[in-house]
């Protein structure tokens, strides 16, 4: 694949995913390819690379003979997702306390001040920062396999509200989220565990189904936009 349609793939990935995590393109809906391109101005081609890589990372699934949809995962798969993002997200807290690297308070209060600024105005970008402020918690513990499972998790999870959760608490969030990092800034790992398990237990306890999705057309569209930029 050339260079230019390697960044267009890129781009247009990255772009389906914000979409998924900002919880715009729900789970079951399908995502033809030409429709994809002609709003993202891309060929299928490209569409099919970006689905794929989409595939990998569980957020989307190709059903035989009818093309590639937004995942749709069970509530089992939720609860089976839900109980290995605990498993992983403690033993983040414990590296943590153990080895936090210089920079990594300042990374964590600076995304924190991110969350505060859209805080009860912009729900779709508050979901998305929620998710990586604990992709960079991961991150922070300098082990790259242990990142690459969180960060998958947590789109999956992501990918589970947007079809179950009856709201989402940004303010709850951001306070946790400030909690988790003064208990781990005071080495305990087990007050950092503790709001962290009340944190994602409330997350999953707000399961409903959601309203009727927008068509993917004007979704797209809306993303379509900075791909043009």
């Known amino acids: 694949m050339s260079e230019n349609k390697t960044t267009l793939t890129d781009a247009v990935h990255d772009l389906l995913r914000k979409a998924i995590i900002e919880q715009a393109l729900k789970p079951g809906m399908r995502l033809p390819e030409d429709t994809v391109g002609e709003q993202f101005g891309v060929s299928r ?14 957020l989307v699934e190709t059903r035989r003979n009818r093309g590639a949809f937004v995942a749709e995962p069970s509530r089992d798969e939720a609860q089976h997702v839900f109980e290995v993002r605990r498993c992983l997200e403690n ?3 414990r590296l943590l306390c153990e080895r936090m690297p210089g920079s990594g308070y300042d990374r964590l209060e600076a995304h924190v001040r991110q969350e505060e600024a859209v805080k009860g105005k912009d729900g779709p ?5 929620a998710g990586e402020f604990h992709v960079l918690l991961a991150e922070l513990t300098g082990n790259p396999v242990l990142t690459r499972y969180v960060s998958e998790v947590v789109l999956r ?38 709001i ?14 959601s309203a009727q999705p ?3 057309q004007s979704i797209l569209s809306h993303y379509g936009k900075e791909l043009a930029q």
Request: proline letters at 0%.
């Open 196 to 209: 962290m398990e009340h944190h994602l237990g409330a997350v999953a306890g707000r399961a409903a189904l």
């Open 45 to 58: 081609t490209i569409v099919r690379h970006a689905l794929v890589r989409l595939e990998h990372e569980g």
């Open 125 to 129: 970008v508050s979901i998305r920062l």
């Open 91 to 93: 033993d983040v807290i």
């Open 214 to 216: 927008d068509s993917i």
């Open 157 to 194: 999870c992501s990918l589970i509200m947007s079809l179950y959760a009856r709201s989402h608490s940004s303010d709850c969030a951001v306070d946790e989220h400030s909690q988790i990092i003064e208990a781990i800034r005071a080495g305990d790992a087990a007050r950092a565990i503790e």
